[in-house]
């Protein structure tokens, strides 16, 4: 994502959460740059908020306490990356997890609305309940992007103890 993320550019935060990444992408959009960002619960939103207040990064951070699954309301075309950051909130209710049914439309528009070269990156989890329900959806989503429009790639632990967070990439061509 450092890569493909400059100055100036738009980027997508589909799962704030605690707001590490949301930090991290506002970072590198710069302050001519925007993030929009998304988290179903108001601790998640409260968290980040506060983060990127303390770090001096709020002003080009646009955040919403609505699911990623609304993104066709609140994000333009042409963005240069977008995280997913599934399963749930760590240190919070593990019953609120990301759905199969609001993802992959959400991941639909998010990869819509990439623009050339524009990289969409997916951190799947499949240690919870319905958690590689997820994961099968998200890949058969992947799966069916023809190679002429994306490229797809999948890094994965090979050796883990226990079931291990994965990444899926996508970038448009
Ligand atoms: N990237 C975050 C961790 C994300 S954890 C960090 O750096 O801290 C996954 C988050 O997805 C949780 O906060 C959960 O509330 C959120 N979530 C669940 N369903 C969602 C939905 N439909 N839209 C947006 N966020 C959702």
Known sequence: MALAVKPGDTVVDATVG?????????????PAGRVIGFDVQALAIHATRHRLERAGLADRVELHEAGHETMGDHVPDGLAAAVFNLGYLPRADKTI?????????????AFERLRAG??????????????????AAVEA????????AAIVTRMQR???????PYLVTVQRR
Do not use: K, M
């Not at 997890?97 to 528009?109: E, G, H, I, K, S």
């Not at 090979?158 to 291990?164: G, T």
């Open 18 to 30: 605690n707001g590490f990444d949301t930090e991290q992408l506002a970072r590198w959009v710069g």
């Open 97 to 109: 997890v990301t759905q199969p049914a609001t993802t992959v439309p959400a991941l639909d528009a």
């Open 118 to 135: 524009g990289l969409l990156c997916v951190v799947i989890y499949t240690g919870h309940n319905g958690g590689a329900e997820e994961a």
């Open 141 to 148: 989503w992947a799966q069916a992007i023809p190679s002429d």
């Open 158 to 164: 090979v050796n883990p103890q226990r079931p291990a």
